[in-house]
């Protein structure tokens, strides 16, 4: 597809249980980021790859969340031990690397997956 | 960390122009302005970025006053479909977007 494209679009789980999230970027795209948003706030910044790595994992709330991108293209993000706190849509973007200094490089967001933890 | 302020609300007449503001006081000189919107149940969507000049595209032109310190978004021609929340962002030139910081945006609401 054109767009950034995740799965599934709703996810409902019972506290305790794992999930994963899954994103994939527009065709092209080195960067790719991951957001949470919850209910009448701004996305809120969790991690961010160049590549295969992650650049700067320094949003995630502790070590029940992970985010592999294994070969630069599609990324899961990964929750344990679910909490009904961890409730929220979840946002990946992917964009060009900006490499240029000169602020181009646009975010592409898709439309989210809304986890629900009971 | 906040390095914007917005109204939490705003409200336009459809076919009406939309000038939304931003407070960026502290924003340093490689950092650019950036705005996104974000429509219910969607994901944001970029809008316009600028460094100090105005800026202008097929959805709205950025005001950037002479000291940097605020701008403002314009959409000239509101319609019911530019009802949504818009972020006021700044960021480093040549880094990532991975720390940008949205903030709880201004809610336009355009009316008929």
């Known amino acids: 597809g054109a767009g950034v494209s995740q799965t599934p679009s709703n996810k409902v789980t019972e506290k305790g249980k794992y999930v994963e999230l899954r994103c994939d970027p527009i065709s092209g795209h080195t960067a790719l980021y991951w957001y949470r948003q919850s209910l009448g706030q701004g996305p809120e910044f969790l991690i961010y790859?160049?590549?295969?790595?992650?650049?700067?994992d320094s949003g995630l709330p502790n070590d029940r969340f992970f985010a592999v991108r294994p070969e630069g293209s599609v990324s899961t993000l990964k929750i344990q031990r679910t909490e009904r706190g961890d409730s929220a849509v979840y946002l990946c973007?992917?964009?060009?690397?900006?490499?240029?200094?000169?602020?181009?490089?646009?975010?592409?967001f898709g439309q989210g997956t809304r986890l629900t933890v009971v | 960390d906040a390095k914007t302020t917005q109204p939490p609300s705003m409200d336009c007449a459809e076919g009406r122009a939309a000038n939304l503001p931003c407070n960026h006081s502290?924003?340093?000189?490689?950092?650019?302005v950036y705005w996104y919107r974000q429509i219910h149940s969607q994901g944001p969507q970029y809008i316009i970025h600028g460094l100090k000049n105005n800026e202008t595209n097929e959805m709205a032109s950025l005001i950037i006053t002479e000291d940097r310190k605020s701008s403002t978004l314009i959409l000239p021609h509101a319609t019911l479909r530019d009802t949504a929340v818009y972020y006021c962002?700044?960021?480093?030139?040549?880094?990532?977007?991975?720390?940008?910081?949205f903030g709880r945006g201004t809610q336009l609401t355009v009316w008929p």
């Open positions: 962002i700044v960021r480093v030139a040549g880094s990532t977007l991975g720390r940008l910081y």
């Open positions: 502290t924003i340093s000189g490689n950092e650019y």
């Open positions: 973007a992917s964009s060009f690397f900006d490499m240029t200094g000169q602020g181009r490089t646009e975010a592409f």
């Open positions: 790859f160049q590549g295969t790595g992650a650049a700067d």
